[in-house]
């Protein structure tokens, strides 16, 4: 059986003053060495500089599932809620496509 990588696209809306915050929090996870974790993304959108886009890849789904279910992972959740105006939007899924563009 292939394995595939596996994530999220989350929608976030961050309170006024709180954007440095959440960069924070994301920079945190970057230096854990969370297993299975590959790459994490934060987008702001031009429409609204309060509404972000979160992409977080992992080299599979179990590994995502072990990492989302662990009680480590909800303490770092519960600091991120706290700088949100609600709950983020959640997409998981698996990643069918990818590529990166070669350097010209």
Do not use: C
């Amino acid at each position: 059986m292939r394995q595939t990588m596996y994530g999220t696209v989350a929608r976030l809306r961050v309170k006024p003053g709180m954007e440095s915050a959440l960069i924070q929090e994301l920079q945190a996870f970057d230096v854990l060495g969370v297993p299975g974790a590959v790459a994490e993304y934060l987008y702001r959108m031009d429409t609204n500089p309060h509404e972000y886009y979160m992409v977080v890849l992992f080299q599979d789904g179990a590994t995502y599932r072990a990492n989302a279910g662990s009680p480590e992972q909800d303490a770092r959740y519960q600091r991120i809620r706290a700088l949100l105006e609600r709950d983020p939007e959640w997409h998981d899924g698996e990643i069918v496509f990818g590529s990166r563009v070669p350097s010209v």
